[in-house]
């Protein structure tokens, strides 16, 4: 059974400063992985979503990275800024005939002016 | 851009009453999927549907059911709601299995609370 697991559960950050969060899962047999961010009491807004395939995905700030091998992945943020601060998802779509999602729990960032 | 709607943000029910939440997306969107999401569980999967009255079980389909009568709705129901059903509840959809690269679209969430 598919396991994703994120740390930090928690970051607290300064404005301006990089930081990495961190997503891994116990089968590699995925389709895509895709990084997610949910504001509170929110749904959720997907933010990159990279093919087993591929290494990396970038969109502005964000660059996200996958090693399907290892079972990670990383989500960088750039110049963090306090509009930035919600909880970041990681989701695994399995390689199945239906696109189930397999979710984390999620880091909830928070950035200090 | 693509809009998942949900009928109600916040619901308050009685145990035991019959609850319907319902999913309206305007993509035209095969896919369509209902979480519920709890803190430390995350999103776990209940039910999803890939095509008008289809559906399949997700991870914790017990006392929950799904219709879908139209391609563009998608309703989960609670034939007797209980106190562990409290919960956030999200509607996803998704364009067709001939499209894996698409993401899912999630609409805002219901956060239902069962007294």
């Known amino acids: 059974k598919q396991e994703v697991t994120q740390i930090p559960a928690a970051l607290s950050v300064p404005e301006g400063e990089n930081l990495v969060l961190n997503c891994s899962f116990t089968?590699?047999?995925?389709?895509?992985l895709q990084w997610f961010r949910q504001d509170p009491g929110k749904g959720l807004t997907s933010l990159l979503l990279?093919?087993?395939?591929?290494r990396e995905q970038t969109s502005g700030r964000l660059n996200a990275s996958l090693d399907k091998s290892s079972g990670r992945s990383t989500l960088y943020i750039a110049a963090s800024q306090p509009g930035d601060s919600a909880t970041y998802l990681c989701?695994?779509?399995?390689?199945?005939?239906?696109?189930?999602?397999?979710f984390g729990t999620g880091t909830r960032l928070l950035v200090s002016p | 851009d693509v809009k998942v709607t949900q009928s109600s943000r916040y619901l308050v029910k009685r145990t035991g009453e019959k609850v319907f939440l319902e999913c309206v997306q305007d993509?035209?969107?095969?896919?369509m999927f209902w979480y519920r999401q709890d803190p430390g569980l995350g999103l776990r999967l209940i039910y999803f549907?890939?095509?008008?009255?289809?559906?399949e079980k997700g991870d914790i389909p017990e006392g929950y059911s799904v219709s879908r009568e139209k391609k563009e709705r998608f309703s989960l129901i609670l034939e007797s709601a209980s106190t562990n059903q409290t919960s956030m509840y999200l509607c996803?959809?998704?364009?067709?299995?001939?499209?894996?690269?698409?993401?899912?679209?999630f609409g805002p969430g219901t956060r239902l609370l069962v007294l």
């Open positions: 549907s890939y095509d008008v009255k289809m559906k």
């Open positions: 990279i093919q087993s395939s591929q």
């Open positions: 089968d590699s047999a995925i389709y895509n």
């Open positions: 989701a695994v779509n399995m390689n199945t005939g239906f696109q189930k999602l397999v």
């Open positions: 993509m035209d969107h095969e896919n």
């Open positions: 996803a959809s998704k364009a067709g299995a001939r499209l894996l690269q698409e993401t899912q679209y």
